[in-house]
């Protein structure tokens, strides 16, 4: 197998013709792997050295991506962390060639070993519980005389979407059940003029995110002190701007008497609706407009044949409501110890 490190940003460019098509074969087949989620972070936030190790077969074919930098911390420490770590990005993972887990997961923890000059430890966040990096990584680092600490990060509640919207009702909590049903009944009762729409080439993208980016950071301080941060704005309007072009952004909003009242940034990725970011008008608070338009989405999830109505990181009651149950998302801290 032969390893090769990149520390430039070309690294994107150079490999951009196999990047995703590893992702596609890959144990863990997630958006925010993709050479487009990887680039458009790197490009907006650039936090350390690139450190992107990549693994190829004897035959030259890409079966593996360590999509990697080294930070440095307040205190001097020197960490290897995920491209996309920490905020922004609700999953992350190393990128592997299901059929080659095993070669390439310990070609890339002796790469680590032999560099660890490079580096004071190891800190991977945003693991899914299922993923190859907490599944079969901490073993070979083990192995390898690294000692392992791992810790919640968060929850993702997801809904494993039925083949109909009726099931999907009878699978709520009978109080729960009644209560959509009701909020459902009230917007579009007191409202006549209750719709909602998904921004596609007939609209302007530019706007569109603009009203949704307002509509953001109305809905909480938290969100207006997040986009506070140019840097933030400018990686929602790269990555919007690139996942539409790929036919993967799923930008919704609700309308009442044509105003815009609610609105969900999700992506559409491998069969999942990914729910990623909100915004929302406090006068419409009082008809749970948020709610309205995530009960539509999720209809409209099932119809299309969705499997997965994944609500990403954050405990929120309402994604419990809706049928959400947990996922775990963990953090990896690795010291060498040998």
């Not at 004897?58 to 770590?85: E, N, Y």
């Not at 990725?269 to 990914?274: E, Q, R």
Request: charged share 25%; glycine share 6%; hydrophobic share 40%.
């Amino acid at each position: 197998m032969k390893l090769q490190v990149y520390n430039r940003p070309d690294v994107f460019k150079e490999l951009e013709s196999e990047w995703n098509e590893l992702v596609h074969r890959s144990t863990g087949n997630r958006i925010f792997s993709t050479w487009e989620w990887q680039s458009v972070w790197w490009d907006a936030y650039q936090p350390g050295e690139l450190w992107v190790v990549t693994c190829r077969d004897d035959g030259g074919r890409l079966i593996g991506i360590a999509p990697w930098f080294v930070g440095v911390g307040d205190d001097g420490r020197r960490f290897v962390s995920t491209i996309g770590c920490k905020e922004v990005t609700d999953y992350l993972d190393l990128i592997v060639d299901k059929d080659h887990t095993d070669e390439v997961l310990d070609n890339l923890v002796r790469f680590v070993v032999d560099n660890r000059s490079h580096y004071d430890c190891i800190e991977l966040c945003n693991i899914p519980e299922s993923s190859v990096s907490c599944a079969s990584l901490p073993r070979y680092l083990q192995q390898y005389g690294f000692t392992i600490t791992i810790e919640p990060e968060d929850v993702c509640p997801i809904i494993i979407l039925p083949d109909d919207w009726t099931t999907y009702l009878e699978m709520l909590d009978k109080k729960q059940r009644h209560e959509l049903r009701r909020k459902l009944r009230r917007a579009q009762g007191v409202n006549t003029d209750v719709s909602w729409y998904t921004v596609g080439a007939e609209h302007n993208l530019e706007e569109e995110m603009a009203h949704f980016l307002d509509m953001m950071a109305a809905s909480s301080s938290d969100k207006a002190r997040f986009l506070s941060d140019p840097l933030n704005v400018k990686f929602f309007k790269s990555i919007a701007s690139v996942l539409h072009s790929k036919g993967w952004l799923q930008l919704n909003f609700l309308t009442i008497n044509g105003e815009h009242a609610a609105a969900y940034l999700n992506f559409d990725y491998n069969v999942h609706v990914l729910v990623y970011n909100s915004g929302l008008r406090a006068e419409y608070s009082s008809l749970s407009a948020g709610i309205v338009l995530l009960a539509f989405t999720i209809k409209h999830a099932i119809e299309t044949g969705h499997e997965v109505f994944d609500f990403l990181q954050g405990n929120e009651v309402y994604k419990y409501h809706l049928g959400g149950k947990d996922t775990a998302v963990l953090n990896l801290t690795a010291k060498f110890a040998g």
